[in-house]
């Protein structure tokens, strides 16, 4: 049966054109007949639907690694992401204790008008109880997003109140946010994380930029290290920001689409100062674009590891249940010619384990372990510098991976979300607390060290959650966990981009490029000429 859906049954794919492919493509009308057959006289009774579901994902699967089908509600969330806002009630949650609980309501949003506040739990939605049900985060999604204008009732158990305090909530356009943090590390350099490419993504990344630059701003490091990248355009009006006159950005080439060059066409906020970028082995896509033409025009150094590899295009395709397909109709290759895209010729699934196999490799650790055939060698357009193409950006400062504070003790508390627990109940229970010994962040910052006693409480609280205790290995750890705590505490009590303030000194990434434009030889010496 599975492998009838599997193969056979990618004729429902072309079901609904039939009557027009079928008039000048011969072969859509042979798999539409086979189809027919199937359906009409097939042994078992099948679910179309699920057929069709299963069998769009194989089939784009087989051309490459980034062709995609989305369900109708796979591509709500995506427009989510990409469009930069959402319906709904406002706030960050987490699920904690089998509740509904509270990290933060959003500045002006609509949960934050009617006085929901940091540390509340939704214990009843529209009088229905939510907690203690085994409720999910799709399921809250589920309730709580809704049409703009739409209302919702909830009720909230707050700590200190003796009684269930009523809310009517009117839902309303919230922002998703694609810039995490910005910050001046010092006098001079300013920081901006950017979490993805969207909607909303240059006039966060100019607002950023203008701050820094009130505040004295003269180089500035764009960390995209993690950036899965969006949406092409944003790419390309990024780059503009960074790179002057009429330079090329990049150029898509496709044999059924037209080829198109992407310049710069306006006066950029950041043409000047002393440039640095971060990327790892998670930046793709619109992030290599960026650090692809900045490096090709000697624009500023790249720090980190080599980029993911993605240099594909890919262009959405509405269907008629409301469903996409993203299909990839052309390659893009930065300005000196550079195809960033790493091979999948031996299919998916080894392409899927990439990462993996880098790390295998001892790739993450040395530099030396990456080899590039003279065929992938490219020459900057301004100083002549090497630079190399078919797999991700290789980075101009290779920086390792530094797991000397790593352990069994301390993946396991992060990777069974049991420090993010313990983070969420310990601001829960001293938030007030908390808030009256330090009153800003700043005063946080500078002043916070976790206590021996708050220590022991993560200890005790990984042990009640079912992880062993090793002072081994939390002795090689201990001075992560505390940093780690600090940030997660900036984070619960300010926001996300008070996280990255904290926990960044301990990024050997980052730590490098504040180096490399502290001390403008080790930036100079990258972009020297070569011949």
């Known amino acids: 049966m599975r492998s009838v859906k599997n193969a056979g049954l990618l004729l429902l794919v072309l079901l609904t054109a039939t009557s027009v492919s079928s008039q000048w493509n011969p072969d859509a009308a042979k798999l539409a007949q086979v189809m027919d057959k199937v359906s009409r006289f097939y042994v078992d009774s099948i679910d179309n639907s699920e057929v069709v579901e299963r069998t769009i994902v194989h089939m784009l699967h087989d051309l490459d690694p980034h062709s995609s089908y989305l369900s109708r509600e796979e591509l709500e969330q995506m427009n989510e992401q990409l469009e930069g806002e959402f319906e709904g009630i406002g706030v960050s949650f987490n699920i904690l204790d089998d509740t509904i609980y509270i990290i933060r309501a959003i500045p002006g949003g609509p949960s934050e008008r009617v006085g929901i506040t940091a540390g509340d739990r939704i214990v009843k939605v529209d009088g229905e109880t939510v907690a203690g049900t085994g409720i999910t985060t799709r399921d809250v999604q589920h309730l709580l997003k809704g049409p703009k204008g739409t209302m919702v009732d909830v009720t909230i158990l707050r700590r200190g109140e003796d009684k269930l305090l009523e809310f009517t909530i009117t839902r309303d356009k919230i922002p998703v946010f694609s810039l995490d943090s910005y910050y001046m590390v010092d006098d001079r350099i300013g920081y901006v994380k950017l979490a993805r490419f969207s909607h909303t993504t240059i006039e966060e990344f100019e607002k950023a930029v203008t701050a820094l630059q009130q505040q004295g701003m003269e180089d500035l490091i764009l960390d995209l290290s993690g950036n899965g990248g969006g949406w092409l355009p944003v790419a390309v009006e990024l780059a503009d920001h960074l790179l002057s006159g009429e330079k090329e950005i990049v150029r898509t080439e496709g044999d059924k689409v037209p080829d198109r060059r992407y310049r710069c066409r306006k006066k950029g906020l950041f043409e000047d100062g002393n440039l640095v970028i971060m990327i790892d082995g998670n930046s793709a896509s619109a992030s290599e674009i960026v650090s692809g033409a900045v490096q090709d025009w000697d624009r500023g150094v790249i720090v980190g590891r080599r980029s993911f590899g993605k240099g594909l295009v890919q262009q959405p395709f509405l269907l008629s249940d409301g469903s996409l397909i993203r299909l990839t109709v052309a390659r893009y290759y930065t300005p000196t010619g550079r195809l960033i895209q790493k091979s999948y010729e031996n299919g998916y699934e080894e392409y899927a384990l990439d990462l993996i196999n880098r790390y295998n490799n001892g790739e993450l650790s040395s530099a030396d372990s990456i080899e590039f055939p003279e065929s992938q060698k490219f020459r900057t357009l301004s100083l002549n510098r090497t630079v190399y193409g078919g797999g991700g950006i290789m980075p101009d400062y290779f920086v390792p991976v530094d797991t000397s504070s790593y352990s069994d003790y301390y ?114 010496k990258k972009l020297a000429r070569t011949e």
């Open 411 to 524: 993946r396991q508390l992060i990777g069974k979300g049991i420090f993010n627990r313990f983070a969420l109940q310990y601001v829960d229970g001293y938030r007030k607390e908390l808030l009256q010994d330090y009153a800003d962040f700043t005063t946080f910052n500078a002043a916070f060290e976790p206590s021996g006693e708050q220590l022991d409480q993560i200890i005790a609280f990984a042990t009640r959650e079912n992880l062993a205790f090793d002072e081994a290995e939390w002795n090689v750890s201990r001075e992560q966990i505390a940093l780690l705590f600090k940030a997660y505490l900036a984070r619960d009590l300010w926001g996300t981009g008070y996280f990255y303030q904290v926990f960044n000194p301990s990024n050997e990434v980052y730590n490098r490029a504040v180096e490399i434009l502290q001390h403008p030889v080790l930036l100079q």
